[in-house]
């Protein structure tokens, strides 16, 4: 009953180094998505994988990189963190558009 | 671009008061709108969606309402209690190109006081 599991709930880099963030759904949906959270703002969307196979960029793609793993697990990778990356990261996943998306509890990833 | 907005970035109310927050659209394409309630330190929680084609929804305790001629939602909270106090998020999915990709708001930071 997890729902949406990501991890690592925290973590701080320094610029340039890279890490990917993990992202696994137990409700077997198929489409998944990252959205990255800046203070004051709303979620914007970087990435989605609408079934698994297939990946599209959303509205703020630079910088990263996604992986659909299977249809459960679907990473975002920083190549070479930089400092406007720093952000809340949140997974989402979702069945059919019109059920809404269900959403983990966040990364909250500082770049230095 | 398109966009979802809020008219109010907060609002503070009294416990046990009505609430209403607001939030304008202008992706006359869009289709399907949701409302998420934002605790901190935590992920957007589901709280009631509308079709297009329906002007009024109600669920326990809030009411979604959607004025498509001037493109406009909001959602109304009864007897708002202490834990109703989050950021709360209006988003569109919308039509044609943009099918199935949600697009959020600001937000709107709801405060109630005991």
């Known amino acids: 009953n997890a729902g949406v599991t990501q ?63 299977n249809k459960r697990e679907f990473s975002l990778r920083l190549e070479s963190a930089a400092p406007s990356q720093t952000s809340v990261y949140f997974c989402a996943s979702s069945e059919r558009r019109i059920y809404g998306y269900t959403f983990g509890s966040g990364t909250r990833l500082t770049v230095v | 671009g398109e966009s979802v907005g809020l008219h109010l970035p907060t609002l503070s109310v009294q416990e046990g008061d009505n609430s209403i927050i607001n939030c304008a659209y202008s992706n006359s394409a869009s289709d399907y709108f949701i409302w998420y309630k934002q605790e901190s330190g935590k992920g957007p929680q589901f709280i009631i969606d509308i079709r297009s084609n329906m002007d009024k929804r109600q669920g326990q305790r809030v009411t979604v309402l959607l004025n498509k001629t001037v493109k406009h939602l909001s959602l109304q909270i009864a007897a708002t209690q202490p834990g109703d106090s989050a950021v709360y998020f209006c988003a569109e999915i919308g039509g044609g190109t943009s099918y199935g990709k949600l697009t959020f708001g600001q937000g709107t930071i709801l405060t109630v006081h005991p």
């Open chain 1, 7 to 69: 991890t690592p709930k925290f973590q701080v880099l320094k610029t340039g180094q890279s890490m990917t963030l993990q992202c696994a759904q137990d409700m077997n949906h198929n489409s998944m998505y990252w959205y990255r959270q800046d203070p004051g703002m709303g979620l914007r969307l970087i990435y989605y994988s609408a079934s698994e196979g297939t990946t599209d960029k959303g509205e703020v793609p630079n910088g990263y990189n996604v992986s659909r793993l």
